[in-house]
């Protein structure tokens, strides 16, 4: 028997074996390849590529659980969502969320496949967070240990946002149609619906919400911002450090190296489109365990944000530099991984506070969060 009749096979026995795994492997072409990059397998969310050698040691039962593991790297958009992130790292913490699933629904996965039970229950950004803190980012991309049962690269649209937006939600429709289709048949493991179903709850904009805070806030918010004083002297008060338009609009970014330069430069560009149409003052507040660096833009300003820092994460400090900088903000934006606990000793009442984060689940003690 050849390698692709064993392969093919292989897809039937996990149509059988797994009537979600079996609907989405259909959407994916397989062929074998001689790209010596491809050690195991590899998907690019329209094709699975494998090796042939690496099949050939392979039992059918492993082979079936490589391609439900390339199937779960699409259905988590891995292949869509990884930016300017190390992909070998990328690779790694896709591995950590997807194997644990596999060995629950009882697939045999080759090899030492990467389990690590501290990491059940988070997304990839999560996993790859604390991988990057923990081991750094390699000058070779390479992290050494076992070869991945299977691989993902980047979708063949990452240059094309549109597209890519179009493929994200293709993958999502295919996930909810399969999805319904083995809960109809009772094929599917409780643990594994729960963990694709949170891929189709719909979130919150951050947008919408970053528009929404700042609009209520704002309205009717004319007033001049509270002096400074310290540097008031008897009758003459000298302005604070903002100018009285709506009051000012706080950002803070979390510079312990997990947010990326796309999200800061996304961020940026609606901040900006905010700072026009409301006419306000930006304040942009970078901190790692401290203010590192700060930056103010008025109304017409280009903003380029600066970010500085880099070491661990504290949240306090902001809010201490607010107070005792006296800017009475509109509101304050946070933008962090979530990966904190170091909060104010009491929340601030006199304006509210968004929480912008690439964290699922993240309850801080206050405000409110949208994932980003």
Wanted: proline share 6%; charged share 25%; aromatic share 10%.
């Amino acid at each position: 028997m050849t390698i692709e009749q064993e392969v093919m096979k292989a897809k039937i026995a996990l149509l059988l074996k797994e009537r979600l795994f079996g609907g989405l492997v259909t959407f994916l072409d397989i062929y074998s390849t001689k790209d010596s990059e491809v050690i195991t397998a590899c998907t690019d969310g329209e094709v699975i590529e494998y090796s042939p050698k690496f099949f050939k040691q392979c039992t059918r039962s492993q082979i079936v659980a490589v391609l439900a593991h390339e199937v779960l790297h699409c259905v988590f958009g891995h292949h869509i969502y990884r930016d300017n992130r190390d992909l070998k790292l990328w690779n790694q913490a896709g591995d950590y969320v997807i194997n644990p699933i596999l060995v629950d629904s009882y697939f045999e996965l080759p090899g030492e496949p990467l389990l690590d039970n501290r990491f059940r229950g988070m997304n990839t950004v999560q996993v790859y967070n604390i991988l990057a803190k923990e081991q750094g980012l390699p000058k070779d991309g390479g992290t050494g240990g076992s070869p991945s049962p299977g691989e993902v690269t980047d979708s063949p649209s990452k240059s094309n946002h549109e597209k890519l937006n179009q493929e994200e939600q293709v993958w999502k429709q295919r996930v909810a149609q399969a999805l319904t289709n083995a809960k109809l048949a009772g094929a599917i493991p409780s643990g594994l619906e729960r963990a694709l179903s949170t891929l189709l709850i719909p979130k919150v904009s951050w947008r919408e919400a970053l528009w929404e805070v700042v609009q209520e806030k704002a309205q009717d918010d004319y007033s001049f911002l509270k002096p400074n004083r310290k540097y008031t002297a008897g009758s003459i008060i000298l302005p604070s450090l903002f100018s009285e338009r709506i009051k000012a609009i706080v950002v803070a970014v979390d510079t312990s190296g997990s947010v990326s330069t796309e999200e800061l430069t996304q961020f940026a560009s609606e901040i900006e489109e905010i700072q026009a149409v409301m006419g306000t003052d930006i304040a942009v507040v970078y901190c790692d365990t401290k203010v590192q660096n700060f930056q103010k833009f008025e109304p017409g300003d280009p903003i380029k944000l600066e970010p500085k820092g880099g070491g661990g994460t504290r949240y306090s400090p902001v809010f201490s530099w607010v107070e005792k900088e006296e800017i009475n903000p509109s509101c304050l934006i946070y933008l962090t991984d979530g990966q904190c606990s170091d909060f104010p000793k009491e929340a601030p009442y006199d304006f509210p506070t968004l929480w912008v984060t690439n964290r699922s689940g993240w309850k801080p003690p206050f405000g409110t969060v949208v994932e980003f």
